[in-house]
């Protein structure tokens, strides 16, 4: 079985540019979540879909963060425009349904993001 | 709002030695879930065991267990048996078992491991 793909796996762009992020989750798995992860810290969330909903985005800077995920399979999350507190590595993880029972959350290897 | 803290930044063990990572958390709920997961430098965070917290007995997956201490809010980690592929930084999570609920992480233990 695929895992959860991610692309690209490095990325380095100037403060104000803007950078596009692509993950793609296992099969059949209806929730999707974007995390970031500064170095020397755990995973934060980002956003999370249930399908193509919005379950959680309390944590997204919205005036520069946006996320979307189409048909409910693949996601691509935005940033414009990026700030050098934006470097950090983005993690993406699928699991089969989010809710009160457990459902294991699978995680991509990640981007890493460079802001210079 | 629940917070995980893990005090050890760095810890070293020796092969075939055994070691406990620490972890502790903070929440008001009574049914959750709390989780071990390992980050190899190659970035892919694996799950290592899972507890679900009503239940007593402590969860052991091959050389890795733990020693979950509801009423202390504690939930360490112990490898044994430690091998060279245990290097890795290991991150201590929690998850409320309500609603549409995500994972809060620590900030994580980076193992070293020595021959």
């Known amino acids: 079985e695929a895992g959860v793909a991610q692309s690209p796996r490095y990325k380095i762009i100037e403060k104000r540019q803007s950078v596009a992020f692509w993950c793609n989750p296992i099969s059949g798995h209806a929730t999707l979540y974007w995390y970031q992860q500064i170095l020397g810290q755990g995973p934060k969330l980002l956003i999370q879909f249930q399908n193509n909903g919005v379950v959680d985005d309390s944590q997204l800077p919205k005036d520069r963060f946006s996320a979307e995920r189409l048909k409910g399979v693949d996601s691509t999350l935005k940033i414009q425009p990026a700030k050098l507190e934006d470097s950090a590595v983005y ?14 959350q699978f995680f991509g290897p990640g981007t890493r993001l460079t802001v210079l | 709002a629940q917070t995980v803290t893990q005090s050890q930044p760095e810890m070293s063990v020796q092969e075939a030695e055994t070691v406990t990572l620490s972890c502790t958390y903070d929440t008001s709920e ?17 799950l290592v065991i899972r507890q679900e917290a009503y239940k007593q007995q402590n969860a052991t997956e091959n050389r890795f267990s733990v020693n979950f201490q509801k009423a202390a809010k504690s939930f360490s ?21 309500r609603g549409y609920s995500t994972l809060t992480f620590g900030k994580g233990t980076m193992l070293l491991v020595s021959p």
């Open chain 2, 30 to 46: 009574s049914d959750y879930y709390l989780f071990w997961y390992k980050q190899p430098p190659s970035r892919q965070m694996i």
């Open chain 2, 77 to 97: 980690l112990k490898i044994s048996d430690s091998q060279l592929g245990d290097a890795a930084m290991y991150f201590c999570a929690y998850r409320t078992s």
């Open chain 1, 91 to 104: 993690l993406c993880a699928s699991s089969l349904i989010s809710g009160g029972t457990y459902n294991e």
